[in-house]
């Protein structure tokens, strides 16, 4: 159990920040995850019992089902269906907000932050990298697509390596813009999505129209997708624990404002709570499966616990 925790404290987010290498980050985290799910009472996310038969001679005897075989007094093989041609989307948020800055405490030290801050977007690029990596290890096919108020790229989905390594150096390349008017690139997706699939959306969900960005996903429900949200927010975002004067930057057109955190606090943490539940509620109400993550949770923590609650173990 020590071993586990100290191997963990490497895929501790800002760590990963500082190795660089998307494609070694990935191969770290779906690694520890994979190592996350050995022994746990869940499995991954395409095989899936399909039904018995028979055994035949050259069957592997680990499939033997026994409990089968004391009730009949016959050998049966349970068979997996492996999904290899399950699509998955992965949709990425690049707008401004992805790559801003947290509120800066004003202070003599001007080293007191770590100059290498950990930003959402690239946070969320580990997480897109891991997904990949995940998916076409089980031999899934993997689509990738990032916009803000534009749609920038959109790659299809296939299953090969060499498709795999088109992805992370997307990642690596990405443009951000200012404005954030995701609504209409996620109804463009939508429309090019032509076989069904799981469709995971990363985002700070930050937008100048919520209501669109909801008909933008019930979009892609409608098409027969299932969609999954990750809502990826820095913890300070969600516990305002400042305790120095603060400098807000407006993200979209640099207004600056300077003020305590006691000031605002309460103020704050309501309006943002507000933010969360309503989008908790309009996605559930949509059959869209919400999933709250921080910058500082952990890249395979935040996979397995997704894994555990989408197999009713959380």
């Known amino acids: 159990m020590q071993h586990a925790t100290e191997g ?3 895929l501790n987010p800002e760590i990963l920040a500082r190795i660089g290498n998307l494609e070694l980050i990935a191969k770290l985290v779906v690694e520890g995850f994979i190592s996350g799910l050995h022994k746990s009472p869940y499995h991954g996310f395409s095989v899936e019992f399909s039904q018995y038969r028979q055994y035949m001679p050259g069957d592997d005897t680990k499939h033997i089902d026994w409990k ?3 009730r009949t007094d016959r050998y049966y093989i349970k068979q997996f269906e492996e999904e290899t041609n399950l699509n998955c989307y992965l949709l990425l948020d690049t707008s401004q907000s992805m790559v801003h800055p947290l509120p800066e405490e004003s202070t003599a030290d001007e080293n007191a932050n770590d100059a290498a801050k950990l930003t959402k977007l690239r946070y969320s690029s580990f997480l897109i990298a891991s997904l990949a990596y995940f998916m076409a290890k089980q031999r ?5 697509a990032y916009f803000d108020d534009t749609l920038h790229q959109y790659i299809p989905a296939r299953s090969s390596a060499s498709h795999l390594h088109t992805i992370l150096l997307t990642l690596e390349t990405l443009q951000t813009a200012k404005s954030t008017r995701m609504g209409a690139p996620l109804h463009q ?7 069904r699939g799981v469709v995971i959306f990363i985002s700070d969900l930050y937008d100048e129209n919520r209501d669109e960005v909801v008909t933008g996903l019930e979009h892609l429900r409608y098409e027969g997708h299932e969609v999954i949200v990750f809502h990826v927010l820095a913890q300070q975002e969600v516990d305002f624990a ?3 004067l603060l400098r807000f930057v407006d993200s979209e057109n640099d207004v600056e404002i300077i003020t305590t955190p ?15 539940n309503a989008y908790r509620v309009a996605l559930r109400q949509a059959d869209i499966d919400y999933n709250l993550i921080t910058t500082s949770t952990p890249v395979d923590v935040a996979l397995s616990s997704y894994l555990a609650k989408r197999q009713g173990f959380l």
């Open 140 to 144: 899934d096919a993997v689509g990738f």
């Open 242 to 244: 400042f305790d120095r």
């Open 262 to 276: 006691q000031a605002i606090r309460e103020s704050y943490l309501n309006h943002f709570d507000e933010f969360i």
């Open 8 to 10: 963990r404290r490497f």
């Open 68 to 70: 089968a075989y004391a």
């Open 189 to 195: 997706i939508a429309e090019r999505l032509t076989k």
